[in-house]
Nanobody, 121 residues
């Protein structure tokens, strides 16, 4: 019913930039939150950044000042601008959203399939 489709990942050298996009589609009534998590090899999935419907944003301490999250509500799309990338940013990045299906009163949480980001030193 709902799909989150990520794009924009890839390979970049340390110090470079990438911009991730995630578009939600399907029977969507209202989106409360969209954000990004990441999971590096051998590590737990962790929050990178998230933004609520009132444009309030939260960032992991490790990315503050380097990453910027933004939303285009009309397109049900969230972006993650990643600057000054470091090798330790290498991970699979997952889009995440809390949203209401049309006609529903309970929010549900959805995940994208993930997109790899590799930062070479």
């Amino acid at each position: 019913q709902v799909q989150l489709v990520e794009s924009g990942g890839g390979l970049v050298q340390a110090g470079g930039s990438l911009r991730l996009s995630c578009q939600a589609s399907g029977n969507i009534g209202r989106i409360d939150m969209m954000g990004w998590y990441r999971q590096a090899p051998g590590k737990q999935r962790e929050l990178v950044a998230r933004m609520t419907s009132d444009s309030s944003a939260n960032y992991a301490d490790s990315v503050k000042g380097r990453f910027t999250i933004s939303r285009d509500s009309a397109k049900n799309t969230v972006y993650l601008q990643m600057n000054s990338l470091k090798p330790e940013d290498t991970a699979i990045y997952y889009c995440n959203s809390n949203l209401y299906l049309t006609g529903q009163s309970v929010a549900r949480n959805y995940w994208g399939q993930g997109i790899p980001v590799t930062v070479s030193s």
